[in-house]
């Protein structure tokens, strides 16, 4: 579901990160090719660094279809960015890329805090960012944080994953899982 970032990849995730229903919200936006692989690289060199953590979400098939990355890496927090190409959007893939990304965020990576700003005007990442039961709208809770993301104007609302409370999760469902097994085999 998801790999390290390969410059073997840029041609067809430089396409799908062009459609006007995904450019808009693409942090790394790059406005031509060229520019696409030069961004890649320099992603690929600040992740050797310890800066940041990207990697590609793939299909069923291996394909890439988006990317999915933790910004601005700093004291065990840092920012989720995520795009899908538009041909993806709603098949699924979101929750589970987030949930191998989290995976490896929180227990290989050291994370301790997740942040989401995203902006009001994308509604699709809006419900799709509070569909997930171990995210907290963080508008109030980081009043700090949701300032100097706004200090240009009310432009994002800010979401937290905290790792205990996605600890919590993963949790539920492993013990609902096994839960729903036993009753299979009585």
Known sequence: MLKKRDLQDSHVLFELMSHPDVFPFVRQKAYSYDEF???TKQTIEAEDRGE?????????WGAPIGTINLFDIQDGAGFLGTWIGKPYHGKGYNAPAKDAFFQEAFYERGIETIFMRIRKENIRSIKAAEKLPYVVKANETRPSIYNQLNANGDIYDLYE???????????????????ESQLLEA
């Open 52 to 60: 940041l953590i990207s990697r590609t979400i793939l299909d069923d």
């Open 161 to 179: 994953i905290p790792k205990d409370q996605y600890t919590l999760y993963i949790r539920r469902e492993v013990n609902q899982t096994v839960d």
């Open 37 to 39: 692989v030069f961004v």
